[in-house]
């Protein structure tokens, strides 16, 4: 089946690329399914490792091995969402003062 341009029924959060997924999974409420936040699995890990980092739930250096882990560097970020590759630029930064954690997505 070929999808056409007005089938794109979501936008990554991490990238903004768009891009269909079934919303039927929406339907269940015990879970949220990542193919509604995101495009791909690696980018629903990133967005998990910057949703905890936000939350203070891991500290720079946990979310930079983290990341590190699913092969995300400072070379590799430069197709996200500018607020995105902003904040993980920052995160991945050697500076390990911690900065101040707002809203980045």
Known sequence: MTMNKSSKNHTCIICGKDYH???SCNQIASFTPWRIICDTLEHYQIYLVILDYQQNKINKE???MMLHNIGVNVNTIDNF???VSDL???ILS???SEPEIGDGM
């Open 94 to 96: 050697e500076d390990n």
């Open 62 to 64: 946990e979310a930079q």
């Open 21 to 23: 997924s079934c919303d």
């Open 88 to 90: 993980l630029k920052d």
């Open 81 to 83: 969402k500018p607020s």
